[in-house]
């Protein structure tokens, strides 16, 4: 099992860009799964902070039904265009993970914590004629690849 905390520790510079790339927008992409298996798409809000990654959503919501069902969860951060200079870019960051359900808010609002299974930095190369994709796994740790 592995927490927002258990990767800041093993990789500091590496979940500090992931986080950069989550906090350009406040909304972001979730992806959970329906009933029938099918994919689900959902804008949402992440809360980042010292021990966990965290998010929200209103009482009775589609995708909150969901990961009660099933916590597979899939989070992608809210995507910029890349500059004139595609090296300049500085990616998009994708996270696996398993919700946990915490205590409802006053409201009857859903909050999850979010336990890491894979994170994924994916940016532009230099030159500008390749991919650099980095992930860490829980159990593999950090690995960097090139994709061209």
Known sequence: MAWWSDFVT????FAERVR???????????????RDGSPRISGTEFDFDAEHLRL????????ATDLRRDPRL??????EDPPDDPTAWDGDAKISGIAH??????????RFRIELTEVVLT????????LVIESWHPDR????RERR
């Open 10 to 13: 093993e990789q500091p510079e």
């Open 20 to 34: 950069a790339r989550f906090a350009v927008r406040k909304h972001g992409t979730m992806a959970t799964l329906r």
């Open 56 to 63: 929200g959503s209103m009482a009775g919501a589609r995708k």
């Open 74 to 79: 899939a989070l992608h951060c809210p995507t």
């Open 101 to 110: 359900e915490e205590p409802p808010g006053e409201d009857g609002s859903h």
């Open 123 to 130: 940016r532009v190369g230099d030159p500008p004629d390749h």
């Open 141 to 144: 740790g950090l690995r960097r």
